[in-house]
């Protein structure tokens, strides 16, 4: 059954995130596909759910909208009623819980929710029926075996941010060469102490020159 869903959610894509010392980096390719066709050059596969915290995605786009919005709602109603952010592996749960649930008719999507709580970063990845594992590094989609031999080869754990940011930029950068479903452009999102930040075209330009 996992092989199947596997088969069936992530012929296309490529996200990456990583754990730093001070932080956490999430980033993928904007390129969107539905089978040999190209059907968006600009989609949004890295999702802001709080300050504090994001999800990338990858699979059926509906799917995972879906499951973003459960998220960002959720978390909503928990600032409301705890008075503070909610927990990075609260939020995992809640997807995991969510996916279970519809183990029988699976959301054909594959997920990574990262964040910062109390100044320590926490990322986790789950499968399509809820398996939830804490990473220090994680990819998906098809072009995830290309960005796995960037991190391997690179990361480290306890890297300050500003080492783990070119890793994972080239990680992203090396799968949108090599596989034919990521491309056309990459998003880069850093959460640390002081919250969400989005890299902008400048900042990114900078990156991803040699």
């Not at 089978?35 to 968006?40: E, K, M």
């Not at 509906?62 to 998220?71: F, K, N």
């Not at 927990?87 to 819980?97: C, E, G, H, T, Y």
Request: hydrophobic share 40%; no cysteine.
């Amino acid at each position: 059954m996992r092989g199947i869903l596997s088969q069936l959610a992530f012929r296309g894509t490529t996200t990456v995130g990583a754990v730093a010392r001070d932080g956490l980096v999430l980033a993928s390719d904007t390129r969107v596909t539905m089978g040999s066709l190209i059907v968006h050059k600009k989609g949004k596969k890295v999702y802001r759910i709080d300050d504090h915290l994001a999800m990338t995605i990858s699979g059926v786009v509906a799917d995972a909208q879906r499951t973003v919005e459960i998220l960002r709602a959720n978390s909503r109603i928990y600032r409301l009623e705890r008075k503070g952010p909610m927990p990075v592996a609260v939020a995992a749960r809640l997807a995991s819980n969510v996916f279970f649930s519809h183990r029988l008719d699976p959301f054909m999507t594959q997920i990574a929710i990262g964040g910062v709580d109390n100044s320590v970063p926490h990322l986790f990845s789950l499968d399509p029926l809820g398996s939830i594992i804490e990473e220090d590094y994680f990819a998906t989609g098809s072009g995830s075996p290309i960005a796995y031999g960037i991190l391997e080869e690179r990361y480290r754990k306890d890297l300050p941010l500003q080492d783990v940011l070119p890793i994972v930029v080239r990680s992203v950068n090396s799968a949108m060469k090599r596989d034919v479903m990521s491309g056309d452009d990459f998003d880069v999102i850093i959460i640390d102490q002081t919250g969400y930040h989005e890299l902008n075209a400048d900042e990114k330009k900078a990156l991803a020159s040699p």
